[in-house]
């Protein structure tokens, strides 16, 4: 998740650079507060017009009524006055009285009748008779004590001041109407940019920025309509941006996963590789190792058990039998895997230099010999072992490799097993129980070690019912048990003993089948390679030869 | 600071792992201990920067040496390591250096105990004490 950007988006001043976005982009062709405006103006100015028309009206008509009951209390006072037996008799008693209406402002015409109708006297201008701008009226001039009608008054006001002032006002309304208007406008112009334009332009800001997935949030929104707006805007941008990061998160973890896939994939063929590599140079190692059944004639019994922990390894078998002996050599090379193979090639190519004779030399020589073929063949003799090479490398950045071994020469004739060993053993199992012929605590091979030196021969007599192994520390060296330590050789001598009844071949399984019980969940630590035999002894040669103990050579 | 004068400086402490034992070397104190198992790919590798720093070491003047190796199981690559580590012991102790080795075994552990004879017999000038604990691993 980022972090929401709060900002305060500013009113449209930045203008949005995205090309074929006119129609929403940019100012508004028609803004909200014109059409506003424009709506409401007609209607408020018709409304004002109307009001200020109509007080002008009422006005009017009110003072026209006030001008015409003046005019009637006029012609009244002056019927009275004038109101004399046979006055019309006298023109002295009306006629001053009747220009004394001239007197007045609105005055513009006058005239008296007779009882007959006949205008007995008249003053103004008779032409204001038939003029719009006045107002007529009449009163019967009445004699008081009979009560009777002897004459009528006309009397004609101009109203010409009146409709004056009434026009004045008018203007004025107007005028009014027009100033309320503008006022009216230029509020509503600041209101609406206030609390709408501007809020709307900033949500419209915020908008565009979302669109291209920068997920701003507006500030401050206030708690009107606009502000409820702007908060649901606000958790509208917070979904779109969870479900973007979704979105972007779900991506890169399909991206991630297919990357694994493409990774592991590339990793099992790899593997694949690698495996069929190393199954291929099984198959090679195994044709280095020797034909059991070359010493069938040989041995009542036999077993080979080769198990290198990783396909291929360091341990090594050969088995041979020429003129009346037979011999049985196990190895065990520095390193298990590819490096313990190559050294186990090493060690067949200097065997069968060694070999390479008409009769086997002494075991002995046999190992002593091994041990000079691989220093020299790995190039360890070093000026000085202790201080390493002329090019500066310390010795242990060197090939500083070897291995241990066993060899067992029987001989056919005599029933004699001679037996010598740098680091390995030989296990004797017979009716008497168990015993070993220990070889010298020295490697063969290793820059840094110096030859074995003599190694002693042991020389067994063969009796009925013995058996032999010779095995690499591999098969002593599982790992289990609680404290964890390693399975050992006498518990392995001692298994094996257990087991005697069985033939070699299951006494190895069933061996076998005891180190995988006490490693448990452990896994295997080396290669192992264990080479069990029971010599013929001389008699059954002989009988199955038919030769005589003398013909054999000794 | 080159690899080996870091060595001298910190020392080194390793923890175990399944295939390589538990290194820790203090030069200060002249201690170097191994406990666990050791059967590491590449042994070589492995022992190589114990192997310079010790020797670096043991060129200087310096306190008296005691190494203590508590292993339950190790490979002959391990072995050959070990192997350079007392040779390397051997040479100061002739040359007038105080070198202690304690070989920890389990009294029923065989192998290991074996293994330390085997060792102990090639070294004169190291006091090399066979350590027949109840717990040698820890």
């Known amino acids: ?554 | 600071m080159t690899a080996v004068s870091s060595v001298l400086f910190s020392g080194i402490d390793l923890p175990a792992t399944d295939r390589s034992p538990a290194v820790r070397f203090d030069p200060a104190a002249g201690a170097l201990a191994l406990s666990g198992e050791s059967y590491p790919e590449d042994a070589a590798a492995f022992f190589g920067p114990i192997l310079h720093g010790l020797r670096a070491f043991l060129q200087m003047e310096g306190p008296s040496v005691t190494v203590d190796i508590a292993l339950i199981y190790f490979n002959s690559s391990s072995a050959k390591a070990l192997m350079n580590i007392f040779q390397m012991l051997e040479e100061a102790a002739a040359n007038g250096r105080s070198v202690t080795v304690n070989w920890h075994f389990a009294p029923d552990d065989e192998t290991m105990e074996e293994f330390g004879e085997d060792f102990a017999s090639d070294l004169d000038a190291i006091d090399f004490v066979m350590c027949a604990d109840e717990e040698p691993s820890g």
């Open chain 1, 1 to 554: 998740m980022q972090p929401v950007e709060r900002r305060n988006v500013a009113a449209p001043a930045a203008p949005v650079p995205s090309g074929g976005d006119t129609a929403n982009g940019g100012r508004p062709a028609r803004s909200l507060a014109g059409k506003l405006f424009r709506r409401t103006l007609p209607v408020v100015v018709l409304v004002l017009l109307l009001i200020q028309g109509g007080i002008a009206w009422i006005t009017w008509t009110d003072q026209r009524n006030a001008l015409t009951h003046r005019a009637q209390i006029m012609a009244e006072l002056t019927a009275r006055a004038i109101a004399t037996p046979i006055w019309y008799l006298d023109r002295t008693v009306f006629e001053p009285q009747v220009q004394a209406l001239a007197t007045d402002d609105g005055f513009r015409y006058a005239r008296v009748f007779d009882e007959l109708g006949k205008v007995l006297f008249q003053t103004g201008d008779a032409a204001a008779l038939n003029a719009t701008d006045t107002i007529v009226v009449s009163r019967d001039i009445v004699e008081p004590k009979a009560d009777l009608k002897v004459g009528r008054i006309e009397l004609v006001i101009g109203t010409e001041e009146l409709n004056r002032t009434a026009a004045l006002l008018a203007m004025t309304a107007l005028l009014a109407v027009l100033v309320l208007a503008a006022a009216l406008s230029i509020t509503v112009q600041i209101v609406m940019r206030r609390l709408v334009v501007k809020p709307l332009a900033r949500m419209l800001a915020a908008m565009r920025q979302v669109e291209r997935k920068s997920w701003v949030q507006l500030d401050d929104v206030g708690d009107d309509e606009l502000g409820q707006a702007g908060a649901a805007f606000n958790r509208m941008v917070d979904g779109l941006r969870s479900g973007d990061d979704a979105k972007r998160l779900l991506a890169a973890l399909q991206r991630a996963q297919s990357d694994l896939v493409d990774k592991n994939q590339a990793l099992e063929a790899a593997n694949h590789q690698v495996m069929e590599s190393i199954r291929y140079a099984r198959r090679i190692q195994e044709g280095i190792l020797p034909d059991a059944t070359v010493l069938a004639p040989v041995m009542t019994e036999m077993a080979v058990l080769w198990e290198p922990l990783d396909l291929v390894g360091g341990d090594y078998c050969w088995m041979e039998r020429r003129d009346g002996q037979a011999l049985v050599l196990v190895a065990d090379c520095t390193g298990h895997g590819v490096p313990g193979a190559f050294m186990t090639m090493v060690v067949a190519s200097a065997l069968r230099r060694i070999l390479d004779r008409p009769i086997f030399p002494q075991p002995d020589v046999i190992l002593t010999e091994l041990d000079r073929i691989v220093r020299h063949r790995l190039r360890q003799e070093a000026p000085d072992p202790a201080t390493g090479a002329d090019d500066g490398r310390a010795p242990w950045d060197m090939s500083d490799d070897g291995l241990d071994a066993g060899v067992c020469i029987y001989d056919e004739a005599t029933g004699l097993l001679y037996f010598a060993g740098a680091g390995l053993s030989l296990t004797v199992i017979g009716p008497d129980g168990v015993m070993s012929h220990t070889g010298v605590r020295r490697s063969l091979g290793y820059r840094t070690l110096p030859p074995p030196g003599s190694v002693p021969v042991h020389c067994h007599q063969v009796l009925p019912g013995e058996r032999f192994y010779l095995w690499t520390d591999g098969v002593s060296d599982h790992v289990g048990g609680r404290p964890k330590r390693v399975f050992g050789r006498r518990r392995v001598a001692a298994t094996l003993a257990r087991l005697a009844h069985l033939s070699l071949e299951d006494q190895i399984q069933g061996l076998c089948a005891d180190l995988d019980r006490y490693r448990g969940a452990e896994a295997r630590r080396d290669d192992m390679t264990m080479v069990a035999f029971q010599p013929r002894l001389p008699d059954d040669v002989h009988s199955r030869a038919g030769t005589s103990p003398d013909a054999v050579t000794a």
